[in-house]
């Protein structure tokens, strides 16, 4: 197995909790699992830190990061900041060859949510954004807007049982498909940020009900 698949399930086990928040990634373990050598897996371990996804604690090892209200927030915020700006600069109409990629993989992402194939639609979801910011003029703003994404991996699939909520995220990237025929920047950008709040809330809610009180700002 290459190392992006490697890097790929853990990631995909971070997101659906089976590697919860301070669970320990253990080395020999992964090696057997994957068949890989040991420095195939220090290496996901390194890219893993480099995404914030991980982190190194002196005797323990590899550790899943847990990130704390407050740090749910600011990355969404810088979220928030990234991706309404790509779509503010974004030129409008795109073309009919980009929205006729977007629809393939929305509806692909709409059938994946009705059968409740949830690691399907983690990367559906990932494949029509990263198609949706393909527009944008700016690389090095698109790939961070990339890094960021990953780093909200953390916060989890926390609604994707929720059939009202995730039926929400599938129109709603309709409607992104649909402003991006047009063009009305401003409609684009609204759409991009009603598309973001849901998941920090939840995690939240379920980060206080872990350890108790109003910890947003922790």
């Not at 995220?169 to 309709?174: G, Y």
């Not at 402003?179 to 684009?188: E, P, S, Y």
Request: aromatic letters at 6%; a negative charge; glycine letters at 4%.
């Amino acid at each position: 197995m290459q190392t992006s698949e490697i890097l790929s399930a853990i990631e995909e086990d971070i997101v659906f909790g089976v590697l919860p928040p301070q669970s320990r990634l253990i080395e020999e373990r992964l090696s057997e699992r994957f068949d890989a050598k040991r420095h195939v897996i220090r290496e996901v371990f390194s890219t893993l830190e480099d995404l914030g996804l991980v982190e190194r604690v002196p005797n323990k090892g590899a550790i899943v990061t847990e990130l704390t209200p407050a740090e749910v927030l600011e990355i969404y915020e810088v979220r928030r900041v990234l991706e309404t700006h790509a779509g503010a600069i974004t030129l409008l109409p795109v073309s009919t060859e980009l929205i006729s990629r977007m629809e393939a993989v929305q509806t692909r992402h709409e059938e994946a949510v009705s059968a409740e194939r949830f690691r399907e639609v983690f990367h559906l979801n990932i494949d029509f954004h990263r198609l949706q910011y393909s527009a944008c003029p700016n690389k090095h703003l698109v790939q961070t807007i990339h890094d960021y994404a990953r780093k909200a991996h953390l916060i989890r699939a926390t609604k994707y049982g929720d059939q009202t909520h995730m039926k929400k995220v599938v129109s709603q990237h309709w409607a992104i498909i649909e402003a991006m025929k047009g063009t009305d920047n401003q409609k684009l950008v609204e759409l991009i940020s009603a598309h973001l709040p849901g998941s920090p809330e939840e995690y939240i809610r379920i980060y206080n009900i872990r350890y108790g009180g109003d910890r947003r700002a922790v």
